[in-house]
């Protein structure tokens, strides 16, 4: 093509877009301006977030603001410690972590959503880490036993965040206190969405009598799937397994009352403003609801450098420092920081109130629990679906559920 | 979001990273152990069973060596990931050779059906620079989040906002749009050519519009998926047209030209024809028929000429390739001497003018007596010839074929000649002289 030559054109191009109106370059303008930050050689740590299962756009965006305030927190004190942070959704964080890890660029950092940190172990992805005795007050001693494998320390919790209800204030004036309300408003005509994954369904499990994490009972599941089939024929309650959709379903005005967690509540306050009300699970007929509690948990990855998990350690550490706790726990709102030197106002702050005492109640799962639990989920929820579906009676499902249920033969 | 500046950094932090130098030291061994392996072997410069039989052989054994380097690449990649499991960065580096040995293979293969021009062509402008992009955001996409990076945004143009990803397409897009559709548009053209029984010119004029085409289409295409909007494009357009009117007025005239050429078909690549001034009795060939100039060769001297496509809107030309035909008549003057009859040189000249390899038998050369000149009759041998560029060459063969047989048949050739007659009575002629 005389005349025409490509390799020109493509020269002609790059002024002639650089001069067209209004030009900004603010990949360049950010690039130019790091370039004057002086950044020690091997300085920079990774660090994979784990985004919530159900967590939407908002919540994401939510999720990436506070942490990036985290950083430049973090950043301020230590100029010369570059944090390179990416959020990974929970379905793909192990690919993405394999990804990296195979060709020798395992992230420094892992913030999980919960403490299911053994398959990343298995798998040597992570490295124990060990803690002083003024490092490990930062943390509260009835916590540390849920991060511990075989006297190894695998991970550091940072917040709680405990199970909850929440509800919509114009359409449930007075939400259920226990599972018998619960049944009848909603043969009232109140919509109910339940997260039927078990991990979120333990409440019920544990609060209907039932036994689990014990290796010498054998699990008795039937007064659990009774409750479900008597759930499942109110037309107006739902189990949905993508918490996505309760979500949804409560901001659409779907549904009236879902099961939720303190996570979800800042983006959820958002988008309902006061018509959001938050709750604890109903009561139980043995006593209050105990539902599992997730936590915030850092890992740190086996490949690092010696100065990146220096590095990486600091940041972590400076994270549940009480003063970044504290800051935080305001901020959010909605989570139980792990540093037990922190007092939090609880009583003029209603949804810190609300997630202490839930915190208070539940239970964090032994790292070994999670993982058995994670593991055993999609081998349950076939048998919960024929029972919930009505294709098969709890007592027919019991017994295999039971089996399936047996930890101490699993482990 | 990861910007290029902490892109760099964390590579600078990872180098040195346990795992990540021992791949690198795996590839360093790699290479050495091929380098001394290909020594050994001399795979390249040695004689291949069958090769003297089958061309391909020898066409493909300049590939032995590179072969081998990726064999023993990926050997050593494998061997380190069953040792350490830890492998992924040497993986990628073989596997990026391997698509590169592939492309090389394919290039190849490629020159055997396809005109070798364009095939160089499309290697070099495309595949090349190619390699170098897809190597680049290869390796971006091994050690960072690629598709954060392609996402941020590069330039707010015209209140819209665009990504790396929206530039990379407007910047490499246009530039392998343009560079990399000679070998597709040579390949429909083929096709159409199979369809519709194509002449040479036509096929020439046929690939170029096609090619036209797929730019105009692709480019369009790049501007819509990017998503400049059309208040922008009116804005650009209007300042183009602010621009033809002044500095870019000729180049603009010559495109157009050149696209009018090429639709009316009137200069067609592989034309021959003669320009009102400049190149003389010598015939051009149209190479190439571009957006803004034309380029003929020229056979005397072997140059190239650029001729900008609107000259052929203002100028008269001689073309020997038109409507018509591509033949070409040609022709030499002869003299002969009064005494010989003119049948008989008319006869001869007919006659040895046919056994001219180039002269073409249909229609047959045509002996015609001119004039009677002082010293000769002059007659004119008139022939037809296939290929309008060898006019001087069948001339010069013709001139020597008719003085052989002149002589042969005892034909003179006069010439005026010239009769000094020295006058004795000027004793100093001589010396004057």
């Not at chain 1, 394999?98 to 959503?113: A, E, M, S, V």
């Not at chain 1, 294709?391 to 039971?402: C, F, V």
């Not at chain 2, 005239?253 to 009316?264: P, Q, R």
């Amino acid at each position: 093509m005389n005349g025409f030559s490509p390799q020109r054109l493509l020269l002609g191009l790059l002024p002639l877009l650089a001069l067209l109106q209004g030009c900004k370059m603010p990949l360049l303008q950010e690039y130019l301006g790091e370039r004057s930050k002086p950044i020690g050689f091997g300085s920079t740590i990774n660090v994979l977030v784990e985004t919530r299962k159900g967590a939407d756009h908002l919540d994401i965006k939510l999720n990436i603001s506070a942490f990036s305030a985290r950083i430049r927190e973090f950043q301020r004190l230590n100029p010369n410690v570059k944090i390179q942070a990416r959020f990974i959704p929970f379905a793909d964080l192990e690919r993405e972590v394999k990804f990296q890890h195979t060709r020798g660029l395992g992230p420094d950092l892992i913030l999980l959503t919960n403490n299911n940190a053994l398959p990343f172990f298995r798998k040597n992805y992570i490295r124990s880490i060990t803690l002083n005795q003024f490092e490990i007050l930062s943390i509260r001693n009835s916590l540390l036993p849920s991060f511990m494998h075989k006297g190894k320390l695998l991970g550091i919790p940072v917040f709680i965040y405990p199970q909850l209800a929440c509800y919509n204030r114009l359409r449930l004036k007075k939400p259920p206190e226990n599972l018998d309300e619960l049944i009848k408003l909603s043969q009232n005509g109140y919509s109910f969405g339940i997260d039927k994954n078990f991990d979120a369904l333990q409440w019920l499990y544990s609060g209907l009598g039932d036994v689990l994490f014990e290796p010498k009972t054998l699990p008795s599941s039937l007064a659990f799937l009774r409750w479900l089939r008597l759930a499942n024929l109110q037309p107006t309650i739902s189990f949905e397994s993508d918490p996505l959709l309760l979500r949804s379903g409560l901001i659409s005005g779907e549904f009236s009352w879902i099961t939720c967690t303190g996570a979800w509540l800042p983006s959820l306050e958002i988008r309902m403003g006061k018509k959001l009300g938050a709750v604890m699970l109903p009561n139980m007929p043995t006593g209050n609801a105990r539902p599992f509690l997730n936590a915030r948990t850092w890992l740190f990855g086996s490949q690092s450098s010696g100065r990146q998990h220096e590095l990486a350690k600091k940041f972590v550490l400076f994270s549940v420092n009480i003063v970044q706790q504290r800051n935080m726990a305001l901020k959010l709102g909605t989570a139980v920081p792990v540093n037990p030197g922190i007092s939090l106002p609880l009583k003029t702050n209603k949804t810190l109130q609300l997630v202490n005492l839930a915190a208070e109640r539940g239970k964090l799962l032994s790292l070994d629990q999670i993982d058995w639990l994670y593991r055993t989920d999609p081998i349950l929820m076939p048998h919960l679906d024929l029972v919930i579906s009505g294709e098969q009676s709890p007592e027919s499902i019991a017994p295999r559920l039971n089996q399936v249920l047996k930890y101490g033969a699993k482990k | 979001m990861n910007s290029l500046s902490d892109i760099f950094n964390d590579l600078l932090s990872d180098t040195f990273r346990v795992p990540v130098l021992l791949q690198i030291v795996t590839l360093v061994l790699a290479l050495i152990f091929w380098f001394r392996l290909k020594k050994l072997l001399n795979l390249e410069n040695r004689l291949w069973p069958l090769e003297k039989r089958y061309k391909y052989i020898s066409s493909f054994k300049q590939l032995a060596d590179e072969l081998l380097l990726l064999f023993v690449s990926r050997i050593f990649s494998l061997a380190l990931d069953n040792l350490t499991g830890v492998a992924g960065l040497a993986f990628f580096v073989t596997g990026f050779y391997g698509l590169v040995f592939i492309s090389r293979f394919l290039i190849i293969l490629l020159k055997f059906y396809a005109p070798i021009a364009v095939v160089s062509r499309f290697d070099h402008s495309l595949l090349r620079p190619a390699y170098v992009i897809v190597g680049f955001l290869g390796v971006l996409s091994q050690v960072s989040d690629l598709p954060s990076l392609l996402a941020s945004p590069v330039a707010m143009i015209g209140g819209d906002n665009f990504s790396f990803n929206d530039f990379l397409l407007l910047l490499l897009g246009s530039y392998f749009l343009v560079t990399g559709t000679a070998l597709p548009a040579w390949g429909l053209t083929w096709l159409a050519s199979n369809l519709f029984e194509l002449s040479k010119p036509a096929f020439r004029a046929t690939e170029l519009i096609i090619r036209y085409l797929i730019v105009a289409i692709g480019l369009i295409s790049i501007l819509v998926t990017v998503g400049v909007n059309y208040t922008f494009l009116a804005a650009v357009s209007g300042g183009l047209s602010v621009g033809l009117g002044f500095g870019l007025k000729e180049v603009f005239s010559n495109f157009i030209s050149g696209l009018w050429l090429l639709i009316e078909g009137a200069v067609r690549p592989g034309d021959v024809l003669l320009l009102e001034n400049g190149s003389g009795e010598d015939p051009c060939e149209v190479l190439e028929l571009g957006m803004r100039a034309t380029t003929l060769w020229r056979d005397r001297d072997n140059v190239e000429l650029v001729v900008p496509n609107q000259l052929f809107f203002t100028q008269q030309m001689v073309t020997y390739s038109g409507v018509r035909d591509r033949y070409r008549r040609g022709q030499v003057l002869i003299g002969a001497a009064y005494r010989h009859p003119p049948e008989q040189v008319i006869s001869i000249l007919e006659a040895v003018a046919a056994t001219v390899p180039r002269v073409l038998a249909k229609p047959a050369p045509k002996g015609l007596l001119l004039r009677y000149e002082d010293s000769a009759i002059t007659y004119a041998i008139r022939y037809w010839i296939e290929d309008p560029m060898n006019g001087i060459s069948v001339a010069s063969q013709v001139g020597i074929a008719i003085w052989n047989a002149f002589s042969l048949e005892g034909i003179e050739i006069p010439f005026p000649q010239r009769v000094l007659h020295m006058d004795s009575t000027v004793s100093n002629a001589r010396t004057q002289i």
